[in-house]
């Protein structure tokens, strides 16, 4: 190869290796953009779980999705039924619920238990505090029909209404019920377990990420972090709380979107099963996947 020839292959591969160098750098630089890290985080809500090992704190809600694979057995089911889907006593059938009155005190103590929350007044006060609540019928001049009558309920299923958000003019089982059917997709169907008592929190709250300590597993009232300059006002609170030794196995993914679309089964060992959406980035997928680790499940792979 003459002179010539060398001298334009080399010029040839310096481009093309200066090419591969900037998208390398390029690479870098977006991959750095999305590098996150969970110390303000942990920071905030190592004070609510004194003696704990905190190993991951989630920076954004979780979601339950609307739509999960399981669920087509029962939407197999049902069949011509679900026009009647909105009837309380179609719901009760299909949700095999057999007396609704017990099956409200049956939903109440999963999430008394898994909340730690005694459900008194005052405590769900505080917690359902600053989210506003059902519009309840309006007094309306004296011509009008006079306003419904709240419904009688005991100070504890008061409580939980009010923890919950539910409106006092009607059965709390009907309502329950239309929460159960609505999400039957994501979970495991019945409210009455670990699954049902998480699925009513993500249901009520927004801003709920996951925490995960050497013990628990924590579902957080927190927000976003806040804009880069401006002060972390956030003060987060403890909404749920489940013994790690309560999770049988957490079945994860990377999702579609592989780097903002991060599903996971949790499957309880009652059974029941809750499928949720985190839309994180990788790093934050990795802290949670370590957190886990020891808890059985299939991982992404790569």
Request: hydrophobic share 40%.
């Amino acid at each position: 190869m003459s002179g010539g020839g060398r001298g334009r292959l080399g010029r040839l591969t310096e481009a093309v290796l200066g090419g591969a160098r900037a998208a390398r750098d390029k690479a870098r630089e977006l991959r750095d953009e999305f590098r996150t890290s969970d110390e303000p985080e942990r920071a905030l809500v190592a004070p609510l779980v004194p003696g704990q090992e905190l190993r991951y704190v989630g920076l954004a809600p979780v979601r339950a999705p609307e739509g999960h694979r399981a669920g087509s057995q029962l939407v197999d089911r049902v069949g011509d039924e679900m026009a009647e889907a909105l009837d309380p006593r179609a719901l009760f059938g299909l949700l095999n619920i057999v007396n609704p009155v017990v099956w409200v005190d049956a939903v109440m103590t999963p999430v008394r238990l898994a909340a730690g929350v005694l459900l008194l007044p005052g405590k769900a006060a505080v917690l359902a505090a600053g989210v506003p609540g059902e519009e309840e019928p309006p007094a309306g001049p004296p011509q009008q029909a006079p306003a419904r009558e709240p419904l009688p309920l005991t100070e504890e299923q008061e409580a939980f209404r009010a923890l919950f958000r539910l409106s006092r003019y009607r059965p709390l089982a009907d309502q329950l019920a239309e929460i159960a059917y609505r999400r039957r997709y994501v979970f495991s169907g019945d409210l009455a377990t670990l699954a049902g008592s998480l699925l009513l929190f993500l249901e009520r709250y927004t801003g709920t990420p996951l925490a995960v300590t050497d013990t628990h597993l924590h579902l957080l009232r927190m927000g976003r972090r806040p804009d880069e300059g401006r002060p972390d006002k956030r003060q987060p609170r403890l909404l749920w709380s489940v013994q790690r030794s309560r999770i049988a196995r957490i079945d994860c993914d990377h999702g579609g979107a592989r780097l903002m679309h991060f599903p996971s089964t949790i499957v309880f060992d009652d059974g029941s099963w809750i499928r949720i959406v985190n839309p994180a980035t990788r790093d934050d997928q990795n802290r949670f996947l370590a957190a886990v680790k020891e808890i059985p499940g299939q991982r992404p792979a790569g």
